[in-house]
């Protein structure tokens, strides 16, 4: 059964990807994007990574071609023909690179095997002693949080880095964070719309709060409920405009708060250091070492939360304010 | 606090930035800056002098000890490494404050500093991690940090330059990230040292095989070795003059110690020969970058793409010393590594006080500048004569270990290209030289520039000063490159023999 779920999904992603290649308007090509997103992420619930099918629905499959939508209204919807098309060499490397992939396949343990390399090493140790040592159920969150959370403060560093190099990218002249004037504020005109929206929101936005402080138990944790809670505001102000949203919650706020996140996980692990211990050591937080444990990754998955959800709503303003500086 | 030495160079600009997010007057944000990048600094120099003493440190970060946690694992040539990135960042911070107020305007200054600060937490943090996957989000972090910073050159070409780079360096970074999933599937870790012993016993492996070459490939996208270099003219052209110092200065060279890593230590040298032809490989496109490169940049018109053409043909003589394969050669690459830095570093910062001065790096515009700008211009000679490889700068002792080495294999062929290499060096140089010194001056762009003797400002005067003046010193007293060079080669070769 599987296996037929396996065969139909990726038959489906090849498809997609195909098309993708072969469709010209751009419209089209982002839809298609989204639905790429939408099926990698079932295809990673069909491999139980749970945790990243839950971002790729959200980001692969929602923010970022909500993100190349707003883009395609600014810059027209027709790709303007290149005057002259060398296939033959990037073809060459492209096939090149794919014999390769292919190469490497050849000698990887099988799917699934119990005697895989990545499944003797280090990974016992997580499956068996995560339960003692960070005791929480959710040993994805326990590798991510606390084992490596090294790793998990440099990516939440790239989510800061990618807000601060869309800011300056663009940013328009002389408007750093400004508050737009209200003249455009718009209502939405359709009723549907309307109601519905008014319904969803609150509902987006707790759920965000739910998948937030119950990464430990099932899957999520600050990535997605940053995502989700994003997603939440962005739906806002793209059916009030980006006046009203920013009123709710003005951009020198969400540019403070993305920075105020990373320094929230980064000075948790300074507490460590304070005490003489390795940095993002969580065992100084408390006397037990597994209250410890659940009080640090309480706290870096906040900062993950509010500055995952600060970048995007941030991002999301960059593209708004260039859309309406367009339109007027 | 000394036994978290280890984290400090790469912690301090990582709170660093964000907290300078949070500033938001760029005066305030550039002190902000400055302080974390001369404090990084002073960590590094602590941290060379500590492994110096006692070896190799290690540090496991959240305190679970490696494979389970991530660990730092700090060798000389991290220490090297780390010193040079962090004392680069200080120089173009202290000195490039003018500059970075004329190419940028004033909404944009303090944010170009939080992603300085993030570029620089992204190259230490490769720098400093012994955990392959650590190595690959700072990665990330520099990369996106360095494109949104190529991006705010002067005008809109820049913007361009930047998304070559971004599409360029994405797939680089991608090939690093296949491989490092390929031998993660392989051996069941991460950590630089667990995988270099459990490689070996791959060799036969077709995938560790396929791991290792998207690594390498991915590396050299990173490093600009020809022929993946064509995002680098572009980028160095048109990024804001401090911009290209940090870069040019820093970004290859941390990118060739990725590539050392990785061939000599994760996987031992007997793995990466047996995979992949690397002694022909990196010395005949070494070779070829040399040529290619110098010949690039002799005809260029404009003087700052000349010499971002010059780094891919040094790029080239890194990699022929890395290719050589002896501990001299690698000895010769590392040193190497440090003295472009310097040659490179006051290079670009004198063509930055002049770009200040005449609007651009155009050779047209550079005519005659020597008699208004008699200091700026004389740095600017030194950085050249070192490039050139010039007996009393830092060049020439590069050049000499790389000779020393190729002779040593006796490639007698390969002695007489590096040699001739350094002609069509000198060829440039001197190009340089007639311009800016014989040349009789044009109408300048930038109108406020006063007539007759006008030095640069005094920041960028000073940093440029100092980074010829070291260009001299460390052509005399070679004590801190050639011994830290050699003490990294040495253990690099020691952990590939069983």
Known sequence: ??????????????????????????????????????????FFVTMDAVDVAFTEAAVGAGVSPLLLLMTVALVGRVEQQPRKRHIAFPLLLVTVTGVLLIVGTLDMPPFGSADAPALQHVAPRYLQQSGEEIGIPNVVTSVLASYRAYDTL????????????????????????????????????????????????????????????HGEYGPGGGFQAGVIFASGIILYGLLYGLPSVCRVIPPPVVEALAALGVLLYALTGVLALLDGRPFLDYSVLATDPVTAQYLGITAIELGVGVTVASVIITIFYAFAAHLSEAQR | MLSHLPILPVLLPLLGAPICALLRKPVAAWLFACTVALLTFAAAIALLAQTWQQGVLSYALGGWAAPWGIEYRIDLLNGLVLTLVSGMASAVLLGGRASIWRETPEEKRSLFLVAFLLCLAGLQGIAATGDAFNLFVFLEISSLSTYALVATGRDRRALVAAYNYLIMGTIGATFILIGIGFIYMLTGTLNMMDLAQRLPALTESRTAFAGFVFIIVGVCLKLALFPLHLW??????????????????????????????????????????????????????????????????????????????????QIGYMVIGVGVGTVIGLQAALVHLFNHALMK???????????YRVGDGKFSSLRGIGREMPLTCACMLLGGLSLIGVPGTAGFISKWYLVVAVADREQWVLVALILAGSLLTAVYIWRLVETVYLGVPGPRQVPDSPAGRAEAPPGLLAVSVVLALANVYFGFDTRLPVEAASGAAESLFAAGQP
């Open chain 2, 232 to 313: 680098l003219p572009g980028a160095y052209t048109h990024a804001s003059s401090m911009v290209t110092v940090f870069l040019a200065a820093t970004a290859t060279k941390v990118a060739l110690y990725v590539l050392i890593r990785f061939s000599f230590s994760v996987f031992r040298l007997e793995f990466s020969t047996l995979a992949l032809p690397l002694e022909t490989v990196f010395l005949t496109l070494g070779i070829v970058a040399v040529f290619a490169g110098s010949l690039v940049a002799i005809y260029q018109p404009d003087l700052k793409r000349g010499l971002a053409y010059s780094s891919v043909a």
């Open chain 2, 345 to 355: 570093g006051a290079l670009f910062m004198a063509l930055a006080a002049v770009v």
């Open chain 1, 154 to 213: 440099g990516e939440v560093l790239v989510i800061f880095t990618a807000g601060i190099a869309v800011i300056l990218v663009l940013m328009l002249p002389g408007r750093r964070g400004s508050v737009p004037d209200d003249a455009g504020r718009q209502r939405p005109r359709n009723v549907v719309v309307n109601v519905v929206s008014k319904i969803l929101i609150p509902f987006m936005l707790l759920f965000a709060l739910y998948v937030q402080f």
């Open chain 1, 1 to 42: 059964m599987e296996l037929l779920v396996d065969i139909a999904l990726l038959s489906m992603l090849v498809a997609t990807a195909v098309s993708l290649i072969l469709v010209r308007g751009l419209v089209a090509s982002i839809m298609l994007t989204s639905i790429y997103g939408l099926l990698s992420a079932s």
